[in-house]
């Protein structure tokens, strides 16, 4: 049935699920970038060089292979700071003062940034941790408006961190400093995450069921779960494997809801005795099991019938992730099914992308180098013998969910404050504002990927879903 009526316009960030935004704002980044100057300069630079000092052909090749990634790297750090903004833009700034939004309380640093001089992010949040600035008032109400008083160059302090810890530990990615930075970070003290987690306990994007109201962040964790047992269809004594289970929600979850036995393994000794407190309390200690243990000793026989990864995969690294493929599809029956939910960054960078990717990699999620774009994820899955059943990108879940939990934070400042002080939880106050925006804006987002053993026998025909709007009347062709 058609009509000659115009569609109804549909409302820009109307879901009440979602934080809308008060500015919207592209940043400079890959479209400004120009990718034939650095060609230039990686030929061109090493061929001024030979030149000059009368070397040969070869010796030109072996400076072009050793100048490139330097080159590259100056010519952003360069851009970064010279970069304009982009004029395709919604709104305009509200070129309201610095004041507006923060108390500087360090004379030197407000001698340097004060009324239309904006400070570069990655200053802001080190001196706001030290307790230099004060914010006037909500962080996520000022980050909503941060183009009005930040930037986002590649300064001194995020290239050392890049040059001398980021890059290191992707190199690296030892049992021993897997264990070091998990340990460190989620044994902090399981009151510290239920203070923004709450009564779940689940540290990855919950999914909204509903987009015309406001669901609480339990309603999102359990339309979550659901939707991940049912993705891999769970079913009464399957053999489940949980990969980076965290508190084992997920693996309780499913033993109680879906008879599944079901094995969670994690690093984090809190997590551990958490998760098999919870099991106990929810009487199904005997089917679900949480084990304290780095990935790689997981028990890989008997086979498991469904293997679950909620970002923990990004913990891997990229160096390690074609080898960690392999194992899971070393432990997945051949008729099995492999759920990975991943954090990932966009292609169509920008460089406000940087700034928060390596906040997040310092201060909250350290190790976790294997955030990549899809098309990098799915091409490791096929590499190792997998066969892409589905994906879906969940960020504005994600977004919704990251505000759920700022809500939280805020409301138990006092707690936090008592039990950990001002350092970590300004920490965990800018993490949780910003990221809201962030995964709403898709600079970093969450896919969720269903992968099956690619074997001529896998029975694909199980997997049959039905098209969205079958069964709806016919229209005409």
Not at 26 to 44: D, F, I, Q, T, W
Not at 142 to 168: G, S
Not at 256 to 281: D, I, P
Not at 292 to 303: F, S
């Amino acid at each position: 049935m058609t009509t000659d009526s115009a569609p109804t316009a549909r409302a820009a960030f109307s879901s009440p699920s979602i934080a809308k935004p008060t500015l919207l704002r592209e940043g400079g980044g890959a479209r400004e970038y120009n990718s034939y100057l650095l060609y230039a300069l990686v030929a061109g630079v090493p061929y001024l060089l030979k030149r000059a000092l009368g070397l040969s052909l070869g010796t030109y090749f072996v400076l072009a292979a050793l100048l490139a990634l330097p080159i590259g790297a100056l010519t952003l750090v360069v851009h970064s700071w010279i970069v304009r903004t982009p004029t395709d833009q919604i709104g305009a700034l509200p070129n309201q003062p610095i004041e507006a939004y923060m108390t500087i309380l360090d004379k030197e640093l407000k001698a340097k940034y004060h009324g239309s001089r904006k400070i570069p992010m990655e200053e802001f949040f080190e001196r706001y941790f030290d307790g230099d600035i004060d914010l006037t008032g909500d962080a996520l109400e000022m980050f909503e408006k941060r183009y009005d008083w930040a930037i986002f160059p590649i300064t001194l302090n995020v290239a050392r961190f890049f040059l001398l810890q980021w890059i290191p530990e992707l190199l690296w990615h030892s049992k021993k400093q897997d264990e070091t930075q998990v340990r460190d970070h989620y044994d902090r003290g399981d009151d510290f995450y239920a203070a923004f987690l709450g009564d779940r306990m689940v540290y990855t994007s919950g999914l909204i069921g509903d987009a015309t109201r406001r669901e609480t962040l339990e309603e999102l964790q359990d339309n979550k779960l659901r939707d991940v047992c049912e993705r891999v269809q769970m079913r009464a004594g399957d053999r489940h494997l949980d990969l980076g289970c965290g508190w084992g929600t997920l693996a309780a979850f499913a033993a109680k809801n879906y008879g599944t036995h079901s094995v969670g393994v994690t690093l984090g000794r809190n997590q551990t005795a958490f998760g098999n407190a919870r099991a106990a309390a929810w009487g199904v200690a005997d089917r679900a099991q949480l084990l304290c243990m780095d990935y790689r000793d997981t028990p890989r026989r008997p086979r498991y019938h469904r293997i679950t990864c909620l970002e923990m995969a990004e913990h891997v690294g990229v160096r390690k992730f074609n080898e960690f493929l392999l194992q899971v599809r070393d432990m997945l029956e051949d008729d099995g099914l492999f759920y990975l939910q991943i954090a990932g960054l966009r292609g169509a960078w920008q460089y406000e992308d940087f700034s928060w990717g390596l906040f997040m990699a310092k201060y909250v999620f350290p190790g976790a180098d294997a955030s990549c774009p899809l098309n990098w994820v799915v091409a490791q899955l096929e590499a190792a013998g997998f066969e892409v059943r589905s994906s879906d990108t969940v960020g504005v879940h994600y977004s919704a969910t990251l505000d759920r939990w700022y809500e939280n934070w805020m409301q138990n400042r006092d707690q936090v404050v008592k039990s950990y002080g001002k350092r970590w939880f300004r920490i965990w106050e800018i993490f949780l504002a910003w990221s809201v925006i962030i995964a709403r804006q898709g600079s970093s987002t969450c896919y969720q990927i269903l992968a099956h053993k690619n074997r001529n026998a896998f029975d694909r025909g199980a997997l049959i879903r039905q098209p969205l709007g079958y069964g709806m009347p016919s229209g005409s062709v």
